[in-house]
């Protein structure tokens, strides 16, 4: 199944945001460590001009860190480029992320003359999350499922740094749907879009492949399952997800897989590593969109 997400509001965001950076001092684009390079938006990369950047690897606690070494390595390359891992829920790692706008605007930060950053990225990869905690409060809406924050918000930190929070952006097209599903693996697409077996499918061959001994200790499989469908069967035998009559319903079986490693219970998983190509199969796709009719 060919995935495609793009609501209504994320292409006027676009523009307004497009319009509102031009007054920004520091641009931080939050990424998700788990998919750094497909949860990077080349549109925003276009109108961030440029600005300082500051490229937040979040999501931290749930990536593979020596993935994420090399994702770091990869981004320093890039002039005027600063990449941080971190998890938006602690506080001490976040605050090395004011310190970074701090000397990227010298000059800015005094009564009078803030320090304006925005903050953009995709959908759901903690955006909102990551103001509220350097906020110590509440004040951006969040949630577990992509779109949450439709509108911008300016939010004053009360120490001379003034944050935007934006709505999290995709692009139209997701002509490579290799990206399109890693996104949907990992929360970021909105379930009205995509069919959790596909997904599912996806996710399975990818981790037999990658991460085959987090799935043994898991699961306890005393043998792995020899194909991705075996393999959601399994776990949806071991999870509960029958239908009447004692079968599997792998449509429930992807999903709770797809929830499970969401949530980091398979372990510290990344999706992809820098330099990474063409890693599943188009077969796994077409395999899943079978298992649907
Ligand atoms: N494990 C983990 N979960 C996080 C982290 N940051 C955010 N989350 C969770 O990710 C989900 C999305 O967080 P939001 O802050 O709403 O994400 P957003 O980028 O603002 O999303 P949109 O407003 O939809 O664009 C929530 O369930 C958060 O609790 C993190 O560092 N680690
Ligand atoms: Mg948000």
Not at 8 to 34: C, F, N, P, Q, T
Not at 159 to 175: E, F, K, R, Y
Request: proline share 5%; glycine share 8%.
């Amino acid at each position: 199944m060919t995935i495609r997400w793009y609501p209504g509001h994320m292409g006027k965001a676009l523009e307004k945001m497009s319009e509102a950076i031009r007054k920004i001092d520091v641009v931080i684009e939050v990424l998700d460590a788990r998919l750094p390079s497909s949860s990077s938006n080349h549109q925003l990369q276009e109108i961030r001009r440029n600005k300082p950047c500051i490229k937040v690897l979040n999501k931290n606690d749930l990536a593979d860190p020596i993935v994420t070494k090399a994702w770091v390595r990869n981004f320093e390359e890039e002039s005027g480029v600063h990449a941080l891992p971190l998890s938006a829920k602690q506080l001490s790692e976040t605050k090395q992320l004011i310190k970074l706008c701090q000397r990227l605007a010298p000059n800015r930060g005094r009564p009078g003359w803030p320090l304006r950053a925005m903050v953009f990225g995709i959908p759901n990869v903690g955006k909102s999350t990551l103001i509220n905690t350097l906020a110590g409060k509440g004040l951006a809406k969040v949630g577990d499922k992509p779109a949450i924050t439709t509108c911008a918000q300016k939010i004053d930190l009360h120490n001379g740094i003034i944050l935007s929070d934006t709505p999290g952006l995709l692009w139209p097209d997701m002509s490579d749907q290799e990206v399109a599903y890693r996104l949907a693996t990992s929360g970021a697409i909105g379930a009205s879009a995509l069919d959790y077996t596909c997904v599912g499918l996806f996710a399975a061959e990818f981790m037999m492949r990658r991460y085959p001994q987090l799935l043994e200790e898991r699961y306890k499989f005393s043998e792995m399952p020899e194909t991705p469908t075996a393999l959601l069967e399994t776990i949806g035998r071991r999870l509960g997800c029958l239908v009447s009559g004692g079968g599997i319903d792998i449509h429930r079986a992807a999903e709770a897989f797809l929830r499970e490693l969401r949530a980091g219970k398979i372990g510290r998983v990344s999706l992809e590593e820098p330099g990474d190509v063409a890693d599943v199969s188009e077969d796994v796709i077409l395999e899943g969109e079978s298992a649907q009719v």
